[in-house]
């Protein structure tokens, strides 16, 4: 075995967290380098590098896994920088795409819809139909295809994405076009939406299939590139790529399937969660992660994430299985405003990087969610003197005073509370939203909390939903890099069946589960996973007859299917319906929509240090300590350097707990203690927090 | 620190913070509704609307995706409170759909529960959406001969669906034997019953936590506010009177017979009066509007322009008065028929609402967008095995432009405001005996402006199945009713609709009944939006850009835009363009 390494490319920051064999981890930042993000990540390895006395060639020598989260698809989507990308569709449906199914989100406002993917003069169509039960009516012309791909290289295409109706029911159309474009535009990416997301409702597969399209060159040029200078080194360990839904999988892989990394960043978070989680034998959490703008939420249930194929990337739906992350704009730098009622209101508005927060002191002027916790007192610029923030304590105030205090007629204390509390309401709201909107209680969650300011709120948040436990991990600055490094190769596939229930055929519906089982081994095998370390998830989407959205039931067994099965699956869909929906209709009948799978390529998981326990006095920790406003008045909070702290160290609150890029606050009904791994448990104070911790395994 | 100012501020953040909670409700309501429905009117298109009422029957909040619908809950839900009044129990859940005992129009049923807590009502969880079928002679509730309100559907009038949390079996057994698709009926009522109890389980969550009173005062502040805000928008529009008029196609019995909706807006210190008192008399097929109807519409033209955001409740309404005389086409009298309101004479309604303002803000207005104009259809599928009921929601025409912006492609009809979404084409073939051949963009279809309206829709369809029954309805298939430009804008072209039967092509016209057989092919051409500003005034770049994406012709380039453009190398020829733009 050798070293493991997670790299999280984030937008600001590019983490590392080093892992050995023993469980010792070093965590390393460097500046991201936008431009060719390559470049921040090999100074990153070069300082871990320098940290281990040896060369950085040396040094990857003894690199055995390099997973590495990349948010170079998201931010081309988000720019609109992807590949000059062309869509061939059916004959008479040119426009399906673009439609985005009619809909105006912000029904009262007047906008420009968000800008196309593919402009119309890049949609191509081609003569053909497939029935709705696969019979060819109208055979390809292959003309048609032609034409098209001499329309594209004129056009200088880079990408072509193709999604034809009906395609997953009868797929010789679509793979007849791709032996067309391979001679035709022999280097040109191609996208099919039968290997992308064979499944039912078009412009979900539409849009899904020409996103692959659209981030495919940029995905593919980044990883030769990284390939490359990985090879020049020698390097010859593995390079595994962050998946949206949650698992790894090798380069070639990511390369076909680029919409998958569209996520890759955020979904190491809930994976992270699973991991510190781990050390407690907790399997029921909600991770959540404040950034500067925004704030992510994601349910573990049972120690797996939640999943979801209802996701969007800069409005285009995206209808691959991906990492249910709701996400609203509540963060740092989020803004707080009056509207025109004269109500309070926090975000989504954000002051972003630049110029930021007033307290910043870069030019910003609006009162900020981190104003707030300046002028409550939770954030001192004393404690940040080694920080690269000087914090202006009188810009906040003057920024919270001017645009809330004054408006509302209330003192600068009030009004920045008034924020803090309207802040954490709205975070609350988000966590109810994966939660008890999805059918689960909170309180029987634990809160684990990444980020640097996230730790400021958690303890608000726990208290407004009653949740009993914060677990917030030392590293939580390096959140998601942990997550990566700790999840398995995972691919999912899905086929759309959509029969009613009396005419499922249970052999046909195992040679389709045998069909996608046999295409995941393969691509397991071609990424190195050994026979043994493969595991198979079946799952099926099932609804009402007539209904139109299903709910996903998992399908017991090794995908032999018998009448037996079924069975099981219906008991389990009324029983899923019924919690989620306040009702079910045991007498109804029901249909088959989609058969799903998800494959696993089990990986090494490092261990985590365990600590010898020290006594509970935290005293050797204590800073001093300051007023800061909670619950209406001043407390004086007991101030402790956080890396001081031992584990078993128990501190009271009121404190706050500091650390270079972390401030944890403790209110005053809450405590804190320093773990065996050395992160901390926050928990309402006069519990024991053994039991606790038991109960909520 | 002063107490008093403290105890202000106190109540200002919680009042913030009940207040997002409430809303958040709301759409807990809709999500519920949007994922367990059958029928696709609901589940793929949308439409229907939530909300909540406190114990005096005022709207608190709502979610609606049909905004049409937006004024139409208050009605029903007093009419119901009203008539059980003292005979109301934990557990009872109530119905309706009679137009006029407090419904907007027969086939959005009211399904409304009221939320107890420690033995007393504090809330009303309430949805109401589109049934697939309310019986009658109409498709899909939708019956262009109809001459009075029996021959629309049958009438339910407030009454219980459960009673202290059994169902009245009596009353569910008499509802779905009256109707034609009793297997998407049932299914849609278990739908928003689920609906409106998941809301009242988390209204009764919120009760726990915050406690009536401080509740009640959190909600008198946030209508407050929301009056502040109407009051703030209206004081936007100079004070007068405003008049305009929108004619409605005809009213399905008399088909030459246009029918004006005359709206006189008066803005002064106390609000807006929308007075309609010079519209025509009721009609005698089924256009006539109910109250909830007219109001809701006047609201919906004012949040889509002024008021887009001012947070809808009762506190909005409060400044907000509508007059529509009884006997007349935006307020029937019993028992006129009234089904086709919500479409038809909505969209007249909103489009006079929104000329009578555009004489004093013309900025805050769209151009007219594409009216609604396609079928209902209801029949047997013989490759299910089993009836069908739909609405060909596809046929989406343009959004009207506005200044600064072209309007949008494919999003209409205005009473949806762009909530309505489209139906998957596979799912629907799944469902219907229909093979969809072609549905996508209308070139040429918008009016052309500096900036112009969204495209409308191609949608053409071949029936594989006979005896199928269908109601075509709607409207803007006249010149007279087009949409229409502003500030110098083009109106757009009529749709134009052709059902293709083996030996003949028919045209085919608002509130009309047809049959469907085996290899007929139906025809929808829906029109663009109108456009907004001289369409000379089109920047080069925007109009060429169609001419690349096919929007426009090269044609239309020239004689609405004066832009000049080469169809072989799309390069634009800006002599001949100068030359027909006036600036050689």
New interface residues.
């Given amino acids: 075995m050798g070293l493991r390494i997670g790299v999280d490319v984030g937008g600001t920051f590019t983490d590392f967290l080093v892992t050995d064999d023993d469980g010792n981890a070093e965590i390393y930042k460097t500046s991201t380098t936008p431009g060719d993000p390559t470049i921040g990540l090999f100074c990153g390895l070069e300082k871990a590098a320098v940290h281990h006395g040896l060369s950085l060639d040396d040094f990857l020598s003894q690199v055995q896994t390099i997973v590495h989260g990349t948010t170079i698809t998201t931010n081309a989507t988000l720019t609109g920088d992807g590949a000059v990308t062309g869509f061939i569709t059916t004959k ?5 795409l ?2 985005r ?5 912000r ?7 968000p800008p196309a993917l593919v ?3 890049r949609i191509q169509v081609v003569d053909e139909r497939i ?2 039960n696969g019979e060819v009516v109208t055979p390809l012309n292959e003309d048609d295809v032609r034409t098209a791909a001499a329309y594209f290289r004129k056009q200088n295409v880079e990408a072509i994405a193709v999604s034809l ?2 395609s997953f029911r009868n797929p010789i159309h679509e793979q007849r076009i791709r032996e067309i474009l391979e001679q035709e535009l022999p280097d040109v990416y191609l996208s099919l939406s039968t290997d992308v997301l064979p499944q ?5 597969r539409n849009s899904t299939t020409a996103l692959n399209a659209y981030v495919g060159p940029v995905l593919t040029r980044y990883l030769t590139r990284l390939q490359d200078e990985l090879r020049q080194r020698d390097y010859t360990g593995k390079l595994l790529i962050m998946q949206s839904n949650g698992g790894v999988m090798s380069p070639q892989v990511a390369q076909r399937f680029a919409s998958n990394t569209l996520l890759s960043g955020p979904a190491g978070a809930p994976m992270a969660g699973i991991f510190y989680g781990e050390t407690h034998g907790f399997r029921n959490m909600i991770t959540v992660d404040m950034g500067g703008t925004s704030f992510d939420v994601a349910l573990i249930k049972d120690a797996q994430p939640t999943v979801t194929t209802e996701g969007t990337i800069g409005e285009h739906r995206i209808a691959s299985p991906i990492l249910d992350i709701h996400t609203i704009g509540a963060g740092g730098g989020s803004i707080a405003w009056i ?7 926090v975000g989504p508005k954000s002051a972003g990087a630049e110029p930021g927060p007033a307290c910043y002191g870069r030019g910003g002027t609006q009162a900020t969610v981190t104003d707030a916790q300046v002028v409550l007192g939770y954030l001192d610029p004393a404690f940040f003197e080694k920080g690269e923030l000087q914090f202006d304590v009188d810009a906040a105030g003057n920024a919270i005073t001017e645009h809330i205090a004054q408006p ?4 600068l204390v ?2 920045a ?2 924020i803090y ?2 802040v954490n ?2 975070m609350a ?1 988000a966590l ?2 994966v939660s ?2 999805r059918g689960y209680d909170p309180r029987e969650f634990v809160l684990v909390v990444a980020g640097g300011a996230g730790p400021i709120h958690a303890a608000a948040i726990a208290r407004e939903l009653g949740i009993p436990l914060i677990l917030i991990p030392r590293e939580s600055s390096v959140f998601c890099a942990a997550g990566m490094l700790i999840s398995d190769l995972k691919h999912d596939y899905v086929h759309t069946y ?1 029969r ?1 229930f009396d005419q499922v055929d249970v052999a046909e519906v195992q040679a389709l589960f045998a069909r996608m089982v046999a295409t995941a081994r393969e691509t397991l095998e071609s990424e190195g996973v050994p026979e043994g370390k493969m595991e198979i998830n079946y799952s099926a989407d099932l609804r ?6 299903e709910v996903e039931v998992g399908v017991p067994g090794d995908g032999n299917i018998s009448a037996e099965t079924l069975t099981r699956m219906v008991q389990a869909f009324h029983a899923r ?1 019924d919690g ?4 079910s ?1 045991q007498e ?1 009948p029901l249909e088959l929509i989609n058969l799903r799978i998800t494959a696993y390529g089990k990986t090494f998981k490092p261990k985590q240090e365990r600590y010898p326990r020290s006594d509970t006095d935290p005293t050797h920790a204590r800073l001093g300590s300051r007023k800061a406003w909670f619950d209406g008045k001043f407390n004086e909070f007991a101030v402790y350097d956080g890396l001081q702290l031992l584990n078993g160290n128990h501190v009271e609150g009121p404190a706050i707990v500091v650390q270079p890029t972390t401030t944890i606050l403790v209110p005053p009904d809450f405590d804190l203690i320093c773990d065996d791994y050395q992160n901390y448990l926050v928990f309402t104070k006069g519990k024991d927090i053994n039991e606790l911790c038991k109960a909520l395994q | ?1 002063d107490a008093k ?2 105890n ?2 106190i109540d ?2 919680k ?3 009940i ?3 409430l809303d ?1 409700i709301s759409k ?1 309501i809709g ?2 509704m ?7 009117i609901f ?2 298109a949308r439409d229907f609307v939530t909300g909540i009422f406190d114990s005096q029957l005022r709207l608190v909040a709502q979610t609606a995706y049909i ?1 049409v619908l937006m004024g139409a809950l208050p009605y029903a839900v007093r009419s119901i409170a009203e008539t059980f009044a003292g005979d109301i129990e934990d557990g009872d859940i109530f119905i309706l759909n009679d137009p006029y005992h407090g419904n907007n129009h027969p086939p959005d049923i009211t399904i409304a529960k009221p939320v107890f807590f420690n033995g007393e009502i504090h809330f009303w969880s309430a949805a109401k959406g589109h049934h697939a079928d309310v019986g009658g002679g109409g498709v899909a509730g939708y019956n262009p001969r109809a001459r009075s309100i029996w021959e629309e559907c049958i009438r339910i009038p407030p009454a219980k669906l459960y009673m202290a949390g059994k169902p009245n079996k009596a009353l569910w057994d008499t509802i779905l034997l009256n109707v034609h698709l009793p ?2 009926v049932e ?1 849609d009522l ?2 928003e ?3 409106v ?2 809301g009242g ?2 209204l009764v969550a919120l009760l726990e936590k915050y406690g009536v009173d401080l509740l009640n005062t959190a909600i008198e502040e ?1 209508f ?6 109407m009051c ?2 209206i004081r936007e529009v100079p004070n007068g009177v405003f008049k305009a008029e929108r004619l409605i196609d005809h009213d399905g019995i008399n088909k030459d017979k246009m029918i004006a909706v005359r709206v006189s807006m008066r803005v002064d210190d106390e609000g807006i009066t929308f007075d309609f008192s010079d519209s025509d008399p009721q009609a005698e097929g089924y256009i006539n509007s109910t109250m909830p109807n007219t109001a809701s519409s006047c609201f919906l033209a004012l ?2 322009s002024i ?5 809808f409740n009762e506190g909005a309404l409060r400044k907000l008065h509508v007059i529509a005389p009884i006997g007349s086409i935006v307020n029937a009298a019993e028992p006129a028929p009234v089904t086709g309101c919500t479409i038809a004479t909505a969209q007249a309604i909103i489009e006079a609402v929104w000329l009578a303002l555009s004489q004093s803000v013309p900025d805050k207005v ?1 151009a007219g967008w594409s009216r609604w104009c396609g079928p209902a259809s209801m029949g047997f599928n013989p ?2 095995g ?1 009836m069908f009921g739909d609405i060909h929601f596809m046929c ?1 025409g343009g ?1 009207g432009a ?1 200044k ?3 309007g ?4 209409g009809t205005v009473v949806c ?6 139906p ?4 629907h ?3 219907n005996p229909y ?7 209308w070139p040429d279809s918008a009016g052309a402006g500096q900036w112009r309206g969204g495209v409308g829709t191609i949608y ?1 369809w071949r029936v594989e199945a006979d005896d199928i029954a269908v109601a075509n309805f709607g409207g803007g298939n006249r010149p007279e009713t087009v949409p229409f430009g502003l500030a110098g804008g083009k109106s757009a072209p009529p749709h134009e609709l052709y059902l293709r039967k083996r030996d003949e092509v028919i045209d085919v016209d608002v509130e009309s009944i047809y049959s469907y057989d085996s290899g007929d092919v139906f025809e929808i051409y829906e029109s663009g939006g109108g456009g907004y500003g001289n369409p000379r005034k089109r920047e080069l770049e925007r109009v060429r850009d169609d001419v ?4 426009v012709s090269v044609d239309r380039a020239r004689d609405d835009y004066g832009v000049v453009i080469d169809p072989e190398t799309w390069e634009i020829d800006h002599a001949a363009t100068g030359k027909l733009r006036g600036l050689a």
Wanted: charged share 25%; hydrophobic share 35%.
């Fill in positions: 008479g449906f040119r426009d399906v673009n439609m199914r009619g809909l105006k989100e029904q009262f406002e007047k906008y420009a819809p402009p119309r003069r029935t709705v109706l009906w039912i409702r078009v412009y979900e509207d025109s009622g004269g109500l309070l209101a509302l007629k209330m003192d009030t009004a509370d008034g509390q309207l309401n709205n709201a109810g939203v008890v909107q959509a009613e009402y007859v007539g209904q139109f959205n319906h989620l929906y306040g009702y209709m109804s | 620190m100012v403290k202000t501020h200002s953040i009042v913030s913070v207040g997002n909670r958040a807990e999500q519920t949007l994922r367990t429905s059958r029928s696709p589940s793929e905004p297997f998407l299914g278990h739908c019953v689920g609906a109890t998941i389980r988390s946030i407050a506010a929301s009056e502040r805000q703030a928008v949040f889509t008021g887009s955001e001012v947070r769209d490759r299910t089993r989406k959004g506005s600064g912006l072209d949008w492609e494919h999003l405001a762009g909530g309505l979404r489209a998957d084409p596979e799912l073939e799944l469902i093979t969809v051949l072609q549905y996508e963009y053409r690349m994406d096919g929007l």
